[in-house]
Each structure stands twice: as structure tokens, then as C-alpha cells.
T-cell receptor, first 111, second 115 residues
Framework: SQQGEEDPQALSIQEGENATMNCSYK?????LQWYRQNSGRGLVHLILIRSNEREKHSGRLRVTLDTSKKSSSLLITASRAADTASYFC???????????FGKGTLLTVNP | NAGVMQNPRHLVRRRGQEARLRCSPM?????VYWYRQLPEEGLKFMVYLQKENIIDESGMPKERFSAEFPKEGPSILRIQQVVRGDSAAYFC?????????????FGQGTRLTVV
């Protein structure tokens, strides 16, 4: 499978519910980053978690990292319609600069 | 502090023409990266540049594509003799000098359409 692969590919929830997206990767990483992309727009950096960290919070976002399973998850709590977007994980491997992106999870939050 | 600026936002070219995409990094950032995003896909790394140097171009197609980041002015991604398959969104990112785990800031992208 492709590195930095997100799961599920698409997720539809109701406003107020929590959304969880998962990401798997193959090689050793320096860090893993999550980005959001609104339709037809650029990428917005959400959060970076280092390889020696297990969990990180930023507002309504919670990211976990399990290096033994080579996986990460992004949890968005109390979702809003404005959270509708594609979410990508990107891993930074040994190069420390080259980000490898997955295909993303398309999140739809219905009002 | 303005973000990463890319222009044009949209570019239409006929097959065989040249496309020039520009990227001005954030102030204080000396590292620039170009990524390409095909429809329904994630971003794919193309090239990493510092001022007047190409550090890693392992993601660049071998022919027709080139990139530069001159001492003065924006970084340029140049695509010669464009073909339909070059239609994509091209994103530029910049970062300060790398010191461990560094976040990259992305521009809004240039959407190239080859007709």
C-alpha cells in the first residue's frame, strides 16, 4: 500500500459528532504532519507530531502516533460544517524535508 | 508576514506551449519545495531547492520539467511543451533552514489546465 495512506477514504458525519481518520506509513519517520485542504484550495497545516511523541492536542484536534504499528490517527471533536474538507497525513522520513502524502480522507460534516 | 505566494492561481496552456509557475516563499524562508497534485490524489514531491541550488530533484520528470530558485526573485517551475497529462495543481511550500522537525508552509497552488 502507499505510504502515508489514510483510512477511510471518505467519511460523512453529523455536526457535533467526532471524526476519526487514520493514517499508516511504511518507513521510519522524523515526524508526521496532518494537513487540511478545502476543495480547490491550498493546504493548511494542522499539527505536527514528532516520532518521540505519542499524543498531541491542538484545540479540537487530537493526534496520536504509534510508531510500533506505523500508524497515526486524527480526531476532530465536536465537528462543524466548516470542518468539511480533505485531510491528509504526510510523513517526513529520513530526508527530514521530503513529505510523502497519502490520498487523503474526504470528510463531510452535515449541518 | 505574508504567506507563500504562488502565481498565477490558474493557468491554461495549449499542448506544446510552455508553462511558468512562480513561488515567493515566506519572508525569512530560504528553502522551497514543489509538489504536484493530480485529481483525487495526494501531493507528490517534485523538487527541493535552496537559493541558487537544487538539493533534491528526485520527483521531477526527467524531461520538459525544470526548476530554479535564483538569488533574487521567486522560485520558478517551468514546464516545456506541455501535454494533457501535465494538467494538475502545483503547490509550492517553504520553510526556514532545517533544524530537526520543521513545518512547511504551503501556497494556494497553481492549477494548470492543458487544452
Amino acid at each position: 500500500s502507499q505510504q502515508g495512506e489514510e483510512d477511510p477514504q471518505a467519511l460523512s458525519i453529523q455536526e457535533g459528532e467526532n471524526a476519526t481518520m487514520n493514517c499508516s506509513y511504511k518507513t521510519s519517520i522524523n515526524n508526521l504532519q496532518w494537513y487540511r485542504q478545502n476543495s480547490g484550495r491550498g493546504l493548511v497545516h494542522l499539527i505536527l507530531i514528532r516520532s518521540n511523541e505519542r499524543e498531541k492536542h491542538s484545540g479540537r484536534l487530537r493526534v496520536t502516533l504509534d510508531t510500533s504499528k506505523k500508524s497515526s490517527s486524527l480526531l476532530i471533536t465536536a465537528s462543524r460544517a466548516a470542518d468539511t474538507a480533505s485531510y491528509f497525513c504526510a510523513e517526513s522520513g529520513g530526508s527530514n524535508y521530503k513529505l510523502t502524502f497519502g490520498k487523503g480522507t474526504l470528510l463531510t460534516v452535515n449541518p | 508576514n505574508a504567506g507563500v505566494m504562488q502565481n498565477p492561481r490558474h493557468l491554461v496552456r495549449r499542448r506544446g506551449q510552455e508553462a511558468r509557475l512562480r513561488c515567493s516563499p515566506m519572508k525569512g524562508h530560504s528553502h522551497v519545495y514543489w509538489y504536484r497534485q493530480l485529481p483525487e490524489e495526494g501531493l507528490k514531491f517534485m523538487v527541493y531547492l535552496q537559493k541558487e541550488n537544487i538539493i533534491d530533484e528526485s520527483g521531477m520528470p526527467k524531461e520538459r520539467f525544470s526548476a530554479e530558485f535564483p538569488k533574487e526573485g521567486p522560485s520558478i517551475l517551468r514546464i516545456q511543451q506541455v501535454v494533457r497529462g501535465d494538467s494538475a495543481a502545483y503547490f509550492c511550500a517553504s520553510s526556514p533552514p532545517l533544524r530537526g522537525n520543521t513545518e512547511a508552509f504551503f501556497g494556494q497552488g497553481t492549477r494548470l489546465t492543458v487544452v
